[in-house]
Nanobody, 115 residues
Framework: QVQLVESGGGLVQAGGSLRLSCAASGRISRFTNMDWHRQAPDKAREFVARITADGTTAYTNSVKGRFTISVDNAKNTVYLQMNSLKPEDSAVYYC?????????WGQGTQVTVSS
């Protein structure tokens, strides 16, 4: 069983920045990949960013150049640095870990960007 705890969400003005953290209960280095997803009200959950075990990253087009995913293996924590935030980035952000073919989710952290 893997436990994930997100933090770092909050209210920010458009153009501002936030850094989300996802602390994992085990060694991140054994995970196949870790992702960030988000879900806005009345919308489906969508993929935002991924980092694989070998450090390869991927982003959805709408956040490329603004968001950066990174990992601190010593702290078993994955980060999502979000810059130049827009109101349409407002959502609950979820961390997901894939290990041994199984996916585990965190409880989510709210990000609200005011215009």
């Amino acid at each position: 069983q893997v436990q994930l705890v997100e933090s770092g969400g909050g209210l920010v003005q458009a153009g501002g920045s936030l850094r989300l953290s996802c602390a994992a209960s085990g060694r991140i280095s054994r995970f196949t990949n870790m992702d960030w997803h988000r879900q806005a009200p009345d919308k489906a959950r969508e993929f935002v960013a991924r980092i694989t075990a070998d450090g390869t990253t991927a982003y959805t087009n709408s956040v490329k150049g603004r968001f950066t995913i990174s990992v601190d293996n010593a702290k078993n924590t994955v980060y999502l640095q979000m810059n130049s935030l827009k109101p349409e980035d407002s959502a609950v952000y979820y961390c997901r870990a894939v290990v041994n073919g199984r996916a585990f989710w965190g409880q989510g952290t709210q990000v609200t960007v005011s215009s």
